[in-house]
């Protein structure tokens, strides 16, 4: 009974192995083929701005280079997988423009708000500061998944984004950020399972 009992540990150990290489090799096709066309369309995307464009041109050619940047570093980061789900975490700290990101995040985001005739407004302190240090790509990631669930499951409503700045201080700035919408709402029950994957972003 102990031989047949190894014996199936092994080839469960064996399939749960080939499982994970199969995946892996998923991953990396995947991540290639499509960071092939989103590199073109960066590229392009580019050229276009370089190319002098109409006044109402420039608006919809920034949101698509925040958009194809923001998919390839996401593309990126699925090829760390392994490094995720250990829990090894790395929060990248830079400087960006805060007020930027919601906006890039707003006007990329205009037509999915359109389709169901949403409105998708933006409060933000005027106290912010311009530039703060931390992971833009981490908070764009949690910013665009509860603003596409609330865009959604939200008809003939609004969608609202707020930034309100807590407290300051010599090195960093405590920010409130809220996303209210008009939609059916998230069920108390599962409220807590669905926001506990989100880490806290420490801005400087």
């Known amino acids: ?48 701005l370089e190319d002098n464009p109409k006044p109402n041109q420039l608006h919809y ?6 958009s194809g940047n923001y998919l390839l570093t996401f593309i990126n980061e699925i090829l760390e997988i392994n490094r995720i789900e250990s ?25 999915i708000a359109s ?15 311009e530039i703060v240090l931390g992971d833009p790509t981490k908070l764009s990631q949690i910013f665009i998944n509860l603003i596409n669930n609330a865009l959604k499951f939200t008809k003939n409503g609004e969608v609202k984004v707020m ?4 407290e300051t201080g010599d090195d960093f700035s405590r920010i409130n950020f809220a996303v209210s919408d008009t ?6 029950d599962k409220q807590e399972t669905i926001l506990r994957v989100f880490r806290k972003v420490q801005l400087k």
């Not at 749960?16 to 995946?23: G, V």
């Not at 400087?95 to 906006?103: E, G, P, R, T």
């Not at 998708?120 to 500061?129: G, K, Q, S, Y």
């Open 87 to 111: 829990s090894n975490i790395e929060i990248e700290y830079i400087n960006f423009n805060i007020k930027q990101l919601l906006l890039d995040i707003q006007n990329s985001m205009t037509e």
């Open 61 to 66: 050619l920034n949101s698509l280079k925040f």
């Open 1 to 48: 009974m102990l031989k047949e009992k190894n014996f199936e540990l092994q080839i469960a150990k064996d399939n749960a192995e080939k499982a994970s290489k199969a995946r892996a090799e998923f991953l990396s096709t995947v991540s290639h083929e499509l960071r092939t066309p989103l590199n073109a369309i960066n590229g392009i995307t580019h050229l276009l």
């Open 183 to 188: 939609g059916i709402g998230i069920p108390e």
């Open 163 to 166: 930034a309100k700045l807590i």
């Open 115 to 129: 389709n169901n005739n949403n409105k998708f407004t933006l409060e933000i302190d005027e106290n912010i500061p």
